[in-house]
């Protein structure tokens, strides 16, 4: 009906009437196991058997004439049954799930705004009904979904999306988050292998319902025990990086604040990839921003005065960011590349070997001795010193 009024009362009468049936099978199953072993329950095994056909006959019903017929209405009014058909399937409500779900989420991606926005409501509502467990399944499909739909054209779709685009929420199904329920979260219930890939991909778009959106849930999987983001943080540090120089403060806010937090575990973290981190960090301490810039700066700073061997391979990379930076005219972005280049001196005096290539750390002081910055050129110039005193004949050979 075009009256939301009957709809819901519809919707409502679906949902009784499940229910009804529900506990009339629940009755005739408690029956059969109170009875006497010598009783024959034939003549209730039909009955459960009937309303497995009705819960069947109903759903498909919802799904193919509604969800998906032309008409907006009735589009509308499928979405309401499905979730109130959820409501009243109660317990049982698991085995249906992989039907009701799916053209849900379809659903979020109607040209009728209208239907959009009772797509957020009957998703929320399922979610709430079935529990975290057995929603946790479409947690893929639910992100991809909701990212777009965090960009919504229309105001009223994304306030009726706003309890579903917090993943907290979704990971815990309540509104608060509790260190006790998202210990219990697990990376394969997630399937965070298969989530990662969908997230680098999102980090490429520049709306900032959307960005603040990612960043969100980029948080609230970090802080679940069970999955270990620095893992995967080569696949999305860019895209935070990225975000420093965004145009709205808040998002510039989120991003620095999730950096700052990654930072500090990696700080605890023995397992990292240097190696990718300091190629994407390099890349963006190029960076005409001069936030991303000098954030990249410091952590390369931070990785260097660690003082792990680690990153030695690529001393040559990082020695091309910093000296560029040590005459940058911002003074914070100077002091910090100064710092950093003198710590990574120290790294490869102290960790460099007699079989150690030093020709692309030449490459790179050449580059910069022909800078037109006296204090750039200066630092190469002890840079040479430096590797004469330890690798006399192999300077010679590369002159």
Same mark, same amino acid.
């Given at each position: 009906?075009?009256?939301?009024? *009957? ?20 009755? #005739? ?39 998906? =017929? ?63 467990? #057995? ?5 893929? &499909? ?5 990212? *777009? ?24 199904? /309540?509104?608060? @988050?509790?260190? /006790?329920?998202? #210990? ?38 970090? =802080? ?20 420093? #120089? &965004? ?30 981190? /300091?190629?994407?960090?390099?890349? @963006? ?24 061997? *680690? ?31 003198? *710590? ?45 005193? =330890? /690798? ?8």
């Amino acid at each position: 009906d075009k009256l939301y009024d *009957k709809r819901k009362a519809a919707a409502l009468e679906v949902e009784q009437i499940i229910y009804f049936r529900a506990c009339l099978a629940a009755l #005739s199953n408690s029956v059969v196991q109170s009875m006497d072993a010598q009783f024959d329950p034939t003549f209730i095994i039909p009955l459960k058997r009937e309303y497995t056909r009705f819960q069947d006959a109903l759903i498909s019903m919802l799904v193919e004439d509604y969800t998906r =017929s032309p008409q907006a209405n009735h589009r509308k009014g499928g979405l309401i049954g499905l979730a109130a058909a959820t409501v009243g399937l109660g317990t049982n409500t698991e085995k249906h799930l992989m039907r009701i779900v799916p053209p849900v989420l379809d659903s979020f991606a109607d040209q009728d705004s209208r239907v959009r926005y009772y797509a957020c409501e009957a998703l929320y509502n399922i979610a709430k009904q079935v529990g975290r467990d #057995s929603f946790i399944m479409f947690f893929n &499909d639910v992100f991809d979904a909701l990212c *777009k739909l965090s960009a919504d054209a229309d105001p009223n779709v994304q306030v009726a999306a706003l309890p579903l685009l917090n993943a907290a929420y979704l990971l815990n199904q /309540s509104e608060e @988050r509790t260190e /006790s329920r998202l #210990s219990c979260v697990t990376a394969p219930m997630l399937g965070i292998e298969s989530f990662i890939p969908l997230l680098h991909e999102r980090l490429n778009v520049h709306n900032p319902y959307v960005r603040q959106f990612l960043v969100g849930w980029i948080t609230v999987l970090d =802080s679940v025990p069970d999955i270990d983001m620095l893992e995967f943080l080569p696949e999305f540090l860019d895209g935070l990086l990225n975000m420093l #120089s &965004d145009p709205n403060r808040e998002i510039r806010q989120q991003a620095d604040s999730a950096l700052a937090e990654f930072l500090q575990e990696i700080k605890a973290s023995p397992g990292v990839d240097y190696g990718r981190l /300091s190629q994407i960090l390099v890349a @963006r301490a190029g960076s005409m921003d001069e936030f991303t810039r000098l954030t990249a700066i410091t952590w390369l700073h931070e990785f260097v005065d660690l003082g792990t061997d *680690k990153l030695l391979p690529y001393v040559a990379d990082v020695l091309g960011a910093i000296l560029p930076c040590i005459s940058h005219p911002e003074d914070r972005i100077r002091e910090v590349s100064a710092r950093t280049n003198g *710590k990574l001196l120290e790294l490869f005096d102290q960790e460099q070997h007699d079989d150690f290539d030093i020709g692309p750390i030449m490459q790179v002081v050449r580059r910069e001795m022909g800078s037109g910055q006296e204090a750039t050129r200066l630092k190469a110039l002890r840079w040479i010193g430096s590797m004469l005193e =330890s /690798s006399r004949s192999a300077v010679l050979k590369l002159q």
